[in-house]
Structures are given as C-alpha cells and as structure tokens.
C-alpha cells in the first residue's frame, strides 16, 4: 500500500503539474519502470483461461494500480515525454521468457495510447505488426493481453487504425476466436473485434461481412451447445455482442444474414431465465434490437409482434428486478430502439414501458459513513463502493443503479424526440423528474474523497453518470415543450413556466463546459418553441447577468492563457492544454450567439434595451485584434441584429459597420462568411439607412469572393472545379460578371493573375479542339 501511495503521488503530479513535472525528467524516468514493476505482479491460476465468470479488477492489486498509474501519467504528460522513456523498457519486457513480462508490455502498450497518441501514430505500423505476433503466443494470458492491446488500439486511434490494418487485424481476431480450449481469450478475441467494428467505416466492413458472419455464426452454433451441456455462457456473451456491433455497423447490408441469426436471438431470450444467464439475456435483447434496427422495419416486422411479446414479458417481471440486474439498461435501451424501428405504432406499449423507465429514472444515489463493522455487514451483490478513510472508517457510495438512471433519462428524450404528440401523456410527470435533475451532480467533498484514495476510476464513473443525467435532463425541455403543443398555449406555458426559471440558473451555476453548452442550447431551443412573451423581466434581468458573465469569463480565460504562455514551465503540450481550453471557451461563445439569436428572433426590436448592457462586451468581440472565432461570432450576433431588428438596428452600425466591411476580405473564411452574411441582411432587411453601404460592400464582396476564386483555381480545387472541370464555364460567367459590375480593378494584382488564368484555359481549350478537329480530319 505504502509503494501504492507514493505512486499516486507522482501520478497525481503529473495531472496536476505537468508542466512543473516534465522538467525533472529524472522523476518520470524512475517512475515509469516501477509502474511496469507493479504490473508484473501477477499470480498464477489454473483455472484462469476457462473461468466462465469476469471478476471485478482488484483496484488494491499491483498490476491493477501499474496500469491505471501509467494511462494517467502518460496523459497527464504526453507522448513526447512518455513514449521515448517507456519504449526500450516494453520491447525488452515483450522479450521476456517469463510470461508476466510479456503480459505486462502488451497491457502498458494498451495502457499508453490514449496519453501518447500522437507519437504512436507514427510507428503503429511497427506495433501492430508487432502485437499481432502475439496472438500465438504459448501463454493463453499473453494472447488476451494482445487481444486488449489490438482492442484497445482500435478504439484510441480510429478510424485510422482500421483503414489501415483492416485484412490483417480481422483474419488475425477470427482466428483467434477459434481458440476452442482457452474461452477467455476467445471470448477477449470477440471484445477485440467489437471495439474495431464499432469505429470501423461501413465501406470498408462490407467486402468482410460473409467471413465476419460465417465465423461468428458458427462459434455461436457451438457456444449455444455449452451452454446447454456445460452451461458456460462467457464467449456466447461477447459472440452476440459481437453480432449485434457487426449489424450496427454494416446497416443494410444485413439484411441477407438476418434470418441467419435471428431464431437463435429469439431462443436465447425465451429460455435464458435464470439469474446467472441475466448478462447474457440483457445482450441478446440488445442484439436484436441493433439488427432490427439496422435491418429496418420491413424486414424486421416478420419477427416484430414476437420479438415485442418477449420484451413484454421481461417488462411484466420489471419490479423482481434487483437495482443492479444488468438487463434493465439493456432492455430500456432496447425498448428506444424498437420505438425508432415502429415510429408512431410504438405508442401503444407505452403504458407498459413508461413505469419501470420512470422508476429506473428516478433512482436516488446514496452515500454513507460506516464503521469496518457496518461495511462488513453489508454485501458486495448491494452495489456499494468503500473508500478506506483510516480509524476503522469508510466512505461508501451506492453505485448500482446509477448508469440505469443515465439510460433512462436518455431514452425518455428518445420517447419525446420520436413520438411528438403521441408522448403528451407522459409530459407532465416527465418534466417533473427532469428538472430537478439540471443539478444532479455529487457534492465536491464527496467527488474530493473518491479522488485523493485510489478510486479516481470511480470519481470518473460518478462524474460521467452525473454528467450524462443532466444532459439528458437539458435536451429533454425542449422536446416535452413540443410534445405539449397539442394541448394547447395554457398548458404549454404552465409546463414552460416550470423549467424557465431552472434552466437560468442552470445556465449560471453548471460547473461542466460540456453540459453547460447542452442547457444553453436546449434554452435557446425553448425560446424559439415558445416565442415572444416567454421571458419577464425578472428573467431578463437574471439571464442578462449570467451572460454578460459569460463574455466576461471568457476574455479573462484569454488573458490568462497569454500569462501561461510566458511561464517559465510552458511548453508544447501546455500549449495543447491551452488550445483545448480555447475551443471548450469559443465552444460556449457559439452557445451565447445561440441565445441571442433565439432572443432577437422572438422579441425583434423590443429587446434591444435590454442587450445594450452587453453590447460593450460584443463590440470587444469584433476588436480586430481579437481571435478570429471572437470576431467571427461577435459578427454572427449583428448579423442577428440587423436580420431581426431592423431598421431599428442602425443606431449600432457605428460600431459594426467597418469591421464588417473590414472582415469581407479577412483571412479567416469563417469571418468572411459572417460578414458577407451582414451584408446580404442588410440588403435584405436593414432597409433604406443601409442602402448607401450595401452598394460599396456588394462590390467589395464580390470582389473579395473572386480573389478567393483566383487561389482555389490556382491550386486545382477539385470541388470548386468540379467533375471533369464541369464549373468552369459558371466560373469564367463569375468572372465576366464581376468585370461588368467594376468589382474587377485592373490594377488588381488579382485581376492580373486572374487573366492569366483565363488565358492558359483558352490555350489549352484550342489545343483540345484543334487536336480533335486534326484526329477528325484524319479519318476523312
């Protein structure tokens, strides 16, 4: 524990003080091997490569703690540190005659590619022709660990990676599935190839798919037999998901397979009733459902009202479920999909779906501190996790159940996003549950506790459930509201009522950039559902605030990212930190323009009193020095301005009229496409004070436009040439146009170069008619 501890304090370093910890080299050069050290620390189990139950990773265990301390650190400092000190230590570990060696290098090289992705990418020719060799291995634990290697590539560097080594990895997992005496790796091998399909293009899956199924068809034929003689059910698990990944993905081109499959899919269900074939039931309705799905409803329908009478018998028996039964997530997300598959004909299971959904939606966390005692007094099969505090104490958090809830709230916005005015029935109750959940996140003390002791996995687990709930609960507000359309404007408002004033504040209080851009857009939506009159005063004043908070926040985020820039501990993968702050910072800019544009739409000229305490703000946006993304979005909201607002919106043109005519020729195309976009509206809408304007900015953008042209015909743009040079006659009818219209200036180096474009075309052209008039006159 000792040794553990010390290592989580380096790793913690490392994601905390990358920068400050990649100049002392000489710490991560001794960490790394001790990392490996720990992985090594394996024991030896007979039983090991038939076992037919996964265990949980022991997270007290050396090689566990290694691992996860590697995929951190390398993260946390990048592949440029990382990968060059780590490298000679895993080819020296894979040369190891002692299998835990090899195990170990293979399960580092999983562990690495995340945090080292870029550096990889240029050798993983070289590792997965490496890692490959692996899979015929004499240890059957070291073929597993090629198989999680091979996996875990598939999924860190796709589609990349299956473009490439498609053949070889596919023939290479295939073969390995029929490893008949070790299921632990065929049933690995399986995960493997469930990780590359799920990324892989559909193009490339397509010439695979009578192999992929002819293997997968017949090791499921087999595994079906133990399973009945035997009642092992581990392969068979991964096999049907492997199944179901390879449907998904191929789509259509199922369809000649499908009745291949689906008696046996249908059979599993019907008969896998008891408790230890729970998993295996949860999948195989998964899988069904994923081919139904990619089938489409024309062919599926033969097996549907069948397909529907298992899944309503499995519903029936919904409250004998314990909280953690793994087939209540597969079943509410099955559930999403055959509603995909039926569209409106679905609605009449709704009365069966909807009160087990909503039960498994409205589960409620739990959290407790316990003495050794009372934790041994509670069982494992409870689902509650234990943090050690030290003086005989535990922290415990009740985890079972959590990841159904994050379902279910996401499959309730599947119900409302597809069934429109067939779901109003449920609208209420629904948006009962879901408000509330706009603050659904654990306290910090809490997520402070799980992070310091070891179970920084589960901190990650409780704030990736937490943050899929409140996403869900965002993108559902605007959906209820158009479910409730129908029942008129007086209960449309009351609904609206209830979520307004929560979705202001969770616009000012969400801590998560990701989930904050998910409620300000979802508000945005609403406002455009519900129109003028949506807002009083009180929430103009509050929102106001909030936003200008926002823009505020985010010149500030700027500046302190130029002082990071000057810190002595900056570097290359600080300024990649930076970058990503950057565009998660632009990311919620777009999301003000969002709100904005929704406000202007609805309220037009009304609201511009009101937006004058942002303008300041706004204007700064557009300052030419400011990044492009600031001036490209601060444009895009005058351009709402002037749409929307007009002809009121000419008392601002002092503040934006020149940097809009300055922004038609910017290098950025994005500007240059907001503020040819002003133009057009002030042309359109901004009435007779813009005229004056429109009339030199017309000529200045198409000017501006045929410069653009003028480079991308110099480079030989496919797509603005077009096939076999097809746009060529509309783009010398451009040019001409742009000639009578004066938007041409001949002393224009442009112009210049534009000409001698349309020269080299007449040459060529005359060249082409005068060699087919030589070959004509030649056969005369």
Not at 200 to 223: E, F, G, Q
């Amino acid at each position: 524990m000792q040794r553990q501890l010390a290592l989580e304090v380096i790793v913690t370093l490392s994601e905390t003080a990358a920068a400050m910890l990649r100049r002392h080299t000489n710490i991560v050069a001794q960490a790394i091997p001790q990392m490996l050290a720990m992985m090594v620390d394996l024991e030896e189990d007979e039983d090991w490569a038939n076992a037919d139950e996964l265990e949980d990773d022991d997270f007290d265990s050396n090689a566990v703690a290694g691992e996860s301390a590697l995929d951190r650190m390398a993260c946390g400092l990048g592949g440029k540190l990382v990968l060059p000190m780590i490298k000679e230590h895993i080819m020296q570990m894979l040369q190891n005659p002692d299998w835990k060696y090899r195990h170990a290098g293979l399960m580092a090289l999983s562990a690495i590619g995340e945090g080292c992705h870029q550096q990889m990418e240029g050798i993983l020719n070289e590792i997965v022709n490496f890692v490959l060799l692996f899979l015929q291995d004499p240890h059957p634990r070291v073929r597993y660990a090629a198989c999680n290697a091979i996996g875990q590539m598939a999924t860190d560097f796709a589609p990349g990676f299956q473009k490439k080594f498609h053949e070889k990895v596919i023939a290479a997992l295939l073969q390995t599935m029929e490893d008949q005496d070790n299921q632990r790796v065929q049933a690995h091998a399986a995960a493997a190839l469930i990780n590359f399909t799920e990324d892989c293009p559909k193009a490339l899956l397509i010439p695979y798919l009578d192999n992929l199924v002819k293997h997968l068809h017949s090791t499921m034929v087999i595994k079906l037999q133990e399973l009945i003689q035997k009642g092992t059910k581990l392969v068979l698990e991964q096999v049907v998901t492997s199944i179901a990944s390879v449907a998904d993905t191929a789509e259509e081109k199922f369809v000649p397979y499908y009745d291949l499959f689906m008696t046996s899919l249908k059979h599993i269900v019907e008969n896998a009733v008891q408790k230890e074939l729970r998993l295996l039931r949860g999948k195989t309705i998964e899988c069904i459902s994923l081919i139904g799905l990619a089938v489409g409803k024309e062919k599926f329908m033969q097996d549907a009202s069948d397909v529907m009478q298992l899944l309503l018998k499995t519903q029936t028996d919904f409250s004998d479920l314990e909280d953690d039964d793994p087939q209540i997530s597969y079943m509410i997300s099955a559930w999403a999909r055959m509603c995909k598959i039926l569209g409106k004909e679905f609605q009449q299971y709704l009365p069966v779906v909807m009160g087990p959904l909503m039960k498994t939606a409205s589960i409620k966390p739990e959290v407790a501190l316990l003495d050794t005692q009372d934790m041994e007094n509670m069982s494992d099969d409870d689902g509650w996790e234990f943090v050690n505090l030290g003086d005989q104490q535990s922290f415990g958090i009740k985890t079972a159940g959590l990841e159904e809830k994050a379902t279910a709230c996401q499959m309730l916005v599947c119900y409302a996003k597809e069934l429109k005015e067939g779901f109003v029935e449920y609208t209420e109750q629904v948006v009962k549950l879901m408000v509330p959940l706009l603050k659904f996140y654990f306290h910090d003390d809490i997520l402070l506790i799980s992070s310091t002791l070891f179970f920084v996995g589960l901190n990650r687990f409780i704030s990736l459930i937490t943050k899929r709930v409140r996403v869900a609960a965002a993108e559902s507000m605007p959906l209820l509201l158009e479910c409730a359309r129908v029942r008129g404007p007086e209960y449309l408002t009351q609904m609206w009522h209830f979520m307004c004033d929560a979705l202001i504040k969770a616009i000012g209080t969400e801590p998560d950039s990701d989930v904050l851009s998910e409620i300000m857009h979802s508000f945005a939506k609403c406002i455009e559902v519900m129109g003028d009159g949506c807002l009083n005063n009180e929430h103009f004043e509050e929102l106001g605030g909030i936003l200008k908070g926002k823009l505020e926040e985010h010149f500030k985020n700027q500046e302190l990212r130029q002082v990071k820039r000057q810190d002595e501990d900056y570097d290359e993968q600080v300024e990649e930190s930076l970058q990503d702050e950057d565009d998660s910072d632009v990311y919620i800019l777009t999301k003000v323009s969002d709100i904005l544009h929704s406000i202007f739409s609805s309220y037009k000229e009304k609201v511009l009193p009101w937006f004058e305490r942002l303008l300041p703000l706004i204007v700064n946006l557009i300052c030419p020095q400011r990044p492009w993304p600031d001036r490209q979005w601060g444009l895009c909201i005058f351009d709402d301005i002037v749409e929307h607002c007009s002809p009121s919106s000419f008392k601002y043109a002092e503040y934006f009229l020149r940097p809009m005519l300055q922004s038609v020729c910017d290098n950025s195309p994005e500007v240059r496409q907001a503020a040819a976009y002003g133009v057009g509206v002030m042309a359109q809408f901004g009435g007779d004070n813009y005229r004056p304007f429109c009339t030199g900015m017309c000529s200045l953008v198409q000017h501006c436009f045929i410069c653009n042209l003028y480079f991308y015909l110099n480079s030989n743009n496919p797509v603005v040439l077009g096939p076999n040079n097809s746009n060529l006659p509309r783009i010398f009818s451009i040019i001409a146009d742009g000639e009578i219209h004066e938007a041409i200036k001949h002393e224009d180096p442009c112009t210049k170069r534009l000409a001698n474009v349309v020269r080299q075309v007449q040459v060529n052209a005359f060249s082409c008619v005068k060699g087919d008039a030589s070959e004509l006159l030649s056969e005369v």
